[in-house]
């Protein structure tokens, strides 16, 4: 069944809401920390250009995580599938986001793109003659697949991460010493940072995931924004690791691909029907926004979105 109004989503929201209090905004990066934890937003973009919107939409956040799987996309454009996964594994960890565990009793290649460790391998080969070109190249691939061409990133987000990004700069240091990495860590971490501060609202990235959920076409003008194989690859990690160490438990209960961030974002792919964007900033202990899957579990039973 699909949304049929904005007021339908509304008492969704209202619902999902209550949980707010029940959890935490992320405070490891110091600017995050004054998110408003009582916010919650969702929209909804169908293929046919419908888009249903509740709560405070108008709340821009920052993509964190989410990000990865953009420039996972734009890595394989630049690449190629064989390339990109000889530096990252395509396997789930189980382990929190932010864990240097296994790059060590592994292979030291990172077990999949959608971990930090693998995230940075994967920033890392964005093509591009300087950071600020890989970077503008990487907001351009965004603003398309938004369709708004004024996306930009929040500089006070990046600069506060930036200074603390002191597990990140660890992780990048040891895949730097084992090969996978061979620019300067400084760059790197600035190029990563200001990635996870690119922003916007719950319509914009609705948007994008619906770009996903129709194999990579735009869908307004049915261009293919994204080679099919790789909006394929980029929905199939959502599903096994987008939303960390409880992405077992999301398949079961919600069944979609999607993937979060430690902002309280939520981009949703569901192939072939729609796609969603949610911010809820006020997280659960493994760091995924505590309303929002809330919210997605309702909204998933009443509009049957498990795949599964
Ligand atoms: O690298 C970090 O720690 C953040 N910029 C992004 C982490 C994140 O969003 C994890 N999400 N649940």
Not at 225 to 245: E, H, Q, S, W
Request: proline residues 4%; negative net charge.
């Amino acid at each position: 069944m699909l949304c049929r109004s904005n007021d339908e989503l509304q008492l969704l929201v209202n619902q999902a809401k209550d949980l707010c209090p029940d959890g935490k905004v992320a405070d490891y990066i110091p600017a995050l920390a004054e998110a408003d934890q009582a916010k919650l937003s969702v929209a909804l973009f169908y293929p046919d250009g419908r888009l249903y919107s509740a709560g405070d939409t108008k709340e821009n956040f920052t993509l964190q995580s989410i990000s990865k799987v953009l420039a996972l996309a734009l890595a394989l454009i630049d690449h190629g599938e064989e390339h990109v996964f000889q530096w990252v594994g395509k396997e789930p960890t189980g382990d929190p986001f932010n864990s240097i565990a296994k790059l060590e009793t592994t292979t030291s290649k990172p077990l999949n793109p959608m971990i930090n460790a693998g995230a940075l391998a994967v920033t890392h080969m964005i093509k591009g003659s300087s950071v600020s070109h890989r970077f503008e190249r990487l907001l351009e691939f965004v603003r398309c697949l938004s369709s708004n061409k004024d996306i930009d990133y929040n500089e006070e987000i990046a600069k506060s991460e930036y200074e603390t990004a002191h597990l990140n700069r660890a992780l990048a240091f040891f895949m730097k010493q084992h090969g996978a990495i061979d620019e300067k860590i400084e760059g790197l971490i600035d190029l990563y940072t200001k990635q996870c501060a690119i922003e916007m609202n719950c319509m914009d990235l609705a948007r994008i995931g619906c770009v996903f959920a129709m194999d990579g076409r735009d869908p307004e003008t049915d261009e293919q924004l994204v080679p099919l194989d790789v909006a394929r690859i980029c929905k199939t990690f959502m599903v096994t690791c987008g939303m960390y160490n409880a992405s077992g438990e999301f398949a079961i209960n919600v069944g979609i691909p999607a993937k979060s961030g430690v902002s309280g974002g939520i981009m949703g792919a569901i192939p072939k029907k729609c796609g969603i964007g949610i911010c809820g900033p006020s997280l659960d202990e493994r760091g995924n926004s505590i309303a929002g899957m809330k919210l997605l579990e309702m909204m998933s039973k009443q509009y049957s979105f498990s795949m599964f």
